[in-house]
């Protein structure tokens, strides 16, 4: 690997210390664009005062990101161990030396870009401008709060973000490393080269490296390159980068958040949809795999053009809420986005942050809630990113039995040191911020509240009470609660947690993690290990539906079938189910029959809606062509009818998370493998009868009791023949007798389809 020449790496005294003046930090709101588009554009000057205020009016400019420079025929004769940025440098250097020979650099002194090197285009000033300004956009009270793990904005201060300094358009960077000694920014616009931007170490202990580089602007790539306390030299991406080069590249873009938002009315009355008594059915998404170019199918949809095709769908088909699978940056497309590179960009496989924002604010225009994954339980270990990221151990532990995920072969977080605890509060933030989101998925987080989660004895440390809970990560968690609810009281936080641990869908100030709701995993696996058995052997397996109802209210919990079901061999959900075809297809309606009725919110993963018959294959489209069948598209339909079922009967969502919504007509009868319950809401008038036939055999004159006299009407039947049915049902309303029957003084005679769920409601 080319080294780089000693005479370019000035002394870490004389660029790191010079220090700033009082009250120099600025404030300059990010979503505000300066209109450069690469470094050659013309750039307008922005003016003092629209630094002062929040531009909402002002129109977006889009950006186009500065490509890397193309390989040359020596580099693509490269060895594999010499680095593009190292051939570059080697080469400005070889250059510099024919111009200046062998002059060094001055102590102090920072070597000054030629002008001719400067764009044409830009703004002429009479102030004498450096490579690198001194500039900060920090205040001692913003150091404060970053060293005590309370900033939570800290991307309105580290990373990049153009601003005007002195009447130039330039680049302010911050960026945290604490223990290099050198620390300068290498792009295009130096030629990579690592000792003519070097960025100024502050004063005051906070490790932050910082400074203003003119004439550069959006769409400029670069990173950080890093000479650690031990002489280890690093090119490392932006932490807080608001874009990425799409990979395999691995470099940080210049970029800004700013939109002009359109969701106004559903920001305003979010509340509504986003409340523990309303539904929540979401549809879980990854944006890669839901459909392809049709006429290239190796390629994405970006953001707004998916939008065209997706949110008409999921309107159609009745969900509240889509979640979408991490569209955080990532380098390795196979991880499905949960190995995250970058906490503050939307990745660039699908376009850019303001086209991600147009489908956030489409699926808004039509009522549809977004959540986002979210991963703080672990990061990977690629060279550009994170781990060691100024030569130590800086976001992750050090010690390697706290430090590093044996299943996923990535690193943890170190939740006890408050930068990082910052760092990661102020990136679910962001994105409920800038990106209006309306709620965060957190993943893994079973893996971060114990210490010996997937490990051997002898391959943990016990907490300093000889446990295995990890208390770090457990404050930390709470902490992340607080602030989101508390800055975003609208929104709601989903833990996937399988475990046993108490209260973490519970508030903080009662000993709860926070969260608004959790995956209900148990459920899940038991529910599925029912429905996979051969009808036949399903009485003696009656308690696995019946156990769910003595643990369903200790947590606010959410019903999930995931994408986590369907891959690895586990196969497609119509291939768990048992029997001939139409006895499949009979079960799965009656499966997500089930789940519709039973007490908690609902989630169901792309393709299961219309029983995709291949596992899920993040690398192509769904298999849309099977919806032309009968069976697919009855299916379909199903799914549809049960979402609005959900939607419009209260009694399935007013009090979905209190024991009182719920009640037992007959959960006994584990002879015929028949279910019976009622779902109440907070008006009497509401409620439904759920009954539930787990056996191909067709029940007549089935006495049901119900909870009041009456005539009782078929709401729902998953034996409906278009739904691929055979068509047995109860058509005409049914009149209650005054005959007891389950404990009840009045009752209704019924006839109860094959492998299917019947709903009722009184008229």
Same mark, same amino acid.
């Given at each position: ?133 001194? &500039? ?226 489409? =699926? ?24 060691? =990221? ?74 300093? =009470? ?42 903080? &100030? ?57 891959? &690895? ?83 399935? &969502? ?110």
């Amino acid at each position: 690997m080319a080294k780089q020449s000693k005479k370019d790496k000035p002394a870490a005294a004389a660029l790191g210390e010079t220090p700033l003046a009082e009250g120099q930090a600025a404030s300059f709101p990010e979503s505000q664009p300066v209109n450069t588009k690469k470094t050659t554009a013309k750039v307008k000057v922005v003016s003092p005062a629209q630094t002062e205020t929040f531009p909402e009016s002002q129109p977006v400019k889009a950006t186009k990101a500065t490509a890397r420079k193309s390989k040359s025929t020596a580099e693509a004769d490269l060895p594999a161990e010499v680095s593009v940025s190292d051939l570059i440098t080697e080469i400005a250097e070889k250059k510099k030396t024919k111009t200046s020979g062998s002059k060094k650099i001055a102590a102090g002194k920072l070597p000054v870009i030629p002008e001719t090197a400067k764009p044409s285009a830009l703004p002429v000033t009479s102030a004498s401008v450096n490579p690198v300004e001194v &500039y900060s956009r920090f205040t001692d009270y913003d150091i404060s709060l970053f060293k005590g793990g309370k900033h939570f904005k800290l991307y309105d201060k580290l990373g990049s973000h153009v601003v005007t300094h002195k009447d130039v358009v330039g680049t302010y960077f911050a960026v945290w490393a604490p223990n290099a000694q050198y620390v300068s920014v290498i792009g295009n616009f130096n030629g990579w080269n690592r000792g003519t931007h070097a960025l100024n170490h502050r004063w005051d202990g906070s490790g932050i490296w910082e400074g203003f580089i003119p004439h550069i602007g959006d769409g400029e790539v670069y990173k950080y390159f890093i000479n650690s306390h031990n002489g280890e030299e690093l090119e490392k991406g932006d932490p807080f980068a608001l874009r990425w080069e799409e990979a395999p590249l691995t470099a940080s873009i210049v970029a800004h958040t700013y939109y002009e938002w359109n969701d106004t009315q559903w920001m305003a009355n979010r509340y509504q949809y986003n409340a523990l008594d309303k539904p929540y059915s979401v549809y879980e998404i990854h944006l890669g795999s839901w459909a392809r170019n049709d006429e290239s199918p190796n390629e994405f949809y970006t953001y707004n053009q998916i939008a065209e095709r997706l949110v008409p769908y999921v309107k159609e088909m009745g969900f509240t809420h889509v979640e979408l699978m991490p569209i955080m940056e990532h380098p390795y497309y196979p991880s499905w986005g949960y190995q995250l590179t970058g906490f503050f960009a939307a990745t660039s496989r699908y376009g850019t942050p303001q086209q991600l924002m147009y489908l956030i604010e489409r =699926f808004h225009q039509e009522g549809i809630g977004v959540i986002l994954d979210w991963v703080p339980s672990h990061f990977p270990g690629d060279a550009h990113a994170l781990y060691r =990221f100024d030569g130590t151990h800086l976001y992750e532990h050090e010690d390697v039995r706290q430090g590093y995920h044996p299943d996923w072969t990535s690193y943890i977080f170190n939740y006890g040191r408050n930068e990082v605890k910052a760092f990661l509060i102020s990136s679910a933030l962001f994105w409920l911020d800038r990106y209006h989101a309306d709620g965060l998925r957190v993943d893994g987080v079973a893996s971060m509240l114990y210490l010996d989660y997937s490990r051997n004895e002898g391959e943990w440390i016990p907490n300093q =009470f000889g446990g295995n809970h990890n208390l770090e990560a457990i404050e930390f968690l709470k902490e992340f609660n607080l602030a989101v609810y508390s800055t975003f009281p609208d929104v709601q936080t989903i833990a996937e947690e399988s475990t046993s641990f108490h209260g973490v869908s519970r508030p903080v &100030y009662s000993g709860g993690l926070g969260f608004g709701m959790k995956w209900m995993m148990g459920w899940m696996h038991d529910t599925l290990g029912y429905f996979k058995r051969d009808p036949v052997y399903r009485s003696h397996h009656h308690n696995d539906l019946t156990f769910s109802l003595i643990y369903a209210f200790t947590e606010n919990f959410m019903l999930p079938f995931s994408h986590d079901e369907v891959v &690895y061999g586990k196969g497609a959900m119509i291939n768990k189910m048992p029997g001939d075809e139409w006895q499949r297809y009979a079960n799965l309606r009656l499966m997500y029959s089930y789940m519709f009725t039973h007490p908690g919110s609902k989630l169901l993963f792309m393709g299961a809606e219309f029983a995709q018959n291949s596992e899920w294959d993040f690398g192509k489209s769904l298999d849309w062509w099977v919806t032309q069948f009968d069976c697919h598209a009855g299916m379909q339909e199903a799914v549809k009818a049960l979402n609005h079922l959900y939607r419009n009967e209260p009694a399935l &969502y007013e009090k979905g998370f209190e024991a009182s919504s719920f009640e037992w007509i007959d959960g006994g009868n584990a002879k015929d493998s028949i279910l019976i319950y009622a779902r109440k809401g907070h008006d009497a008038v509401n409620d439904v009868i759920v009954v539930l036939n787990m056996t191909p055999a067709v029940h007549y004159h089935y006495r049901v009791g119900v909870t009041s006299a009456g005539q009782w009407k078929e709401l729902f039947n998953s034996d409906n023949k278009k739904y691929w049915g055979s068509g047995v049902d109860n058509p005409l309303p049914l009149a209650s007798e005054p005959q007891g029957w389950h404990g009840r003084e009045n009752s209704i005679s019924i006839t109860i389809p094959p492998l299917s769920a019947v709903v009722f409601k009184q008229v």
